[in-house]
């Protein structure tokens, strides 16, 4: 009788310690796969802020007739000045593809200024002037400094009113006028874990892109 005690008190320390190790095991490959998983969303939407922010831009740009920068209360914005005749294929307030308003006696194509569209960062209110990662497009018809009601809000925000574009970094512009090109860098510095997420140490993970335009030029 004292044997197979001895066999049920053994038998039941090793399922103790058999589970232990395997509940221990789980926990730290649910912690493994959670903070990955974590660290791979973050990821990707700063990468698919970063490709709609270009997007924008390079459409921007390559439609326009003048291209510059201007300080928002010492914050660099994007202005790109798009011709007067242009057509809205999707119907979001912005031309998307330009059109020359007539041809002058070499044949050459002529342009009227009108759409001034700024690019900026500001808070999640779009305040131009504010602090903040978020980016915005505003669009007037003049050289003044756009306000929170020249928003293009089918680009700006999602329809729950959250903003759409968010960079976790820096974005800065290099215009040369003498070629008529934009250059455009975005750079992240976000961080995550050492040794696959279960190290206290941490280490930048950082996205550096760079992107090029020309603009058409104005005559």
Same mark, same amino acid.
């Given at each position: 009788?004292?044997?197979?005690?001895?066999?049920?008190?053994?038998?039941?320390?090793?399922?103790?310690?058999l589970? /232990? $190790?395997?509940?221990?095991?789980?926990?730290?490959?649910?912690? =493994?796969? @959670? %903070? &990955?998983?974590? +660290?791979?969303?973050?990821?990707?939407?700063?990468?698919?802020?970063?490709?709609?922010?270009?997007?924008?831009?390079?459409?921007?740009?390559?439609?326009?007739?003048?291209?510059?920068?201007?300080?928002?209360?010492?914050?660099?914005?994007?202005?790109?000045?798009?011709?007067?005749?242009?057509?809205?294929?999707?119907?979001?307030?912005?031309?998307?593809?330009?059109?020359?308003?007539?041809?002058?006696?070499?044949?050459?194509?002529?342009?009227?200024?009108?759409?001034?569209?700024?690019?900026?960062?500001?808070? /999640? $209110?779009?305040l131009?002037?504010?602090t903040?990662?978020?980016? =915005?497009? @505003? %669009? &007037?018809t003049? +050289?003044?400094?756009?306000?929170?009601?020249?928003?293009?809000?089918?680009?700006?925000f999602?329809?729950?009113?959250?903003?759409?574009?968010?960079?976790?970094?820096?974005v800065?512009?290099?215009?040369?006028?003498?070629?008529?090109?934009?250059?455009?860098?975005?750079?992240?510095?976000?961080?995550?874990?050492?040794?696959?997420?279960?190290?206290?140490?941490?280490?930048?993970?950082?996205?550096?892109?760079?992107?090029?335009?020309?603009?058409?030029?104005?005559?």
């Amino acid at each position: 009788m004292s044997t197979r005690r001895g066999s049920t008190l053994i038998e039941m320390t090793l399922a103790l310690v058999l589970t /232990a $190790l395997i509940v221990g095991t789980a926990s730290t490959l649910y912690s =493994f796969v @959670a %903070i &990955r998983t974590a +660290d791979a969303v973050s990821r990707f939407s700063t990468l698919q802020s970063s490709t709609t922010l270009v997007s924008a831009m390079r459409v921007a740009c390559m439609g326009a007739v003048r291209v510059e920068t201007k300080s928002i209360s010492g914050k660099t914005a994007l202005v790109c000045t798009l011709p007067k005749e242009g057509i809205d294929r999707d119907a979001d307030g912005f031309q998307d593809y330009t059109q020359p308003d007539a041809t002058d006696k070499m044949l050459r194509e002529t342009y009227s200024r009108n759409q001034r569209v700024w690019f900026y960062s500001a808070d /999640a $209110l779009g305040l131009p002037g504010s602090t903040g990662s978020f980016w =915005f497009m @505003a %669009i &007037r018809t003049d +050289d003044t400094t756009p306000t929170v009601s020249d928003i293009n809000r089918d680009w700006s925000f999602w329809q729950a009113g959250q903003p759409r574009v968010s960079i976790p970094g820096t974005v800065t512009f290099t215009v040369v006028t003498s070629s008529q090109l934009v250059r455009v860098r975005l750079q992240t510095a976000t961080s995550e874990p050492e040794d696959g997420g279960l190290a206290t140490s941490r280490r930048p993970a950082r996205l550096d892109l760079n992107h090029r335009f020309h603009w058409r030029g104005a005559m």
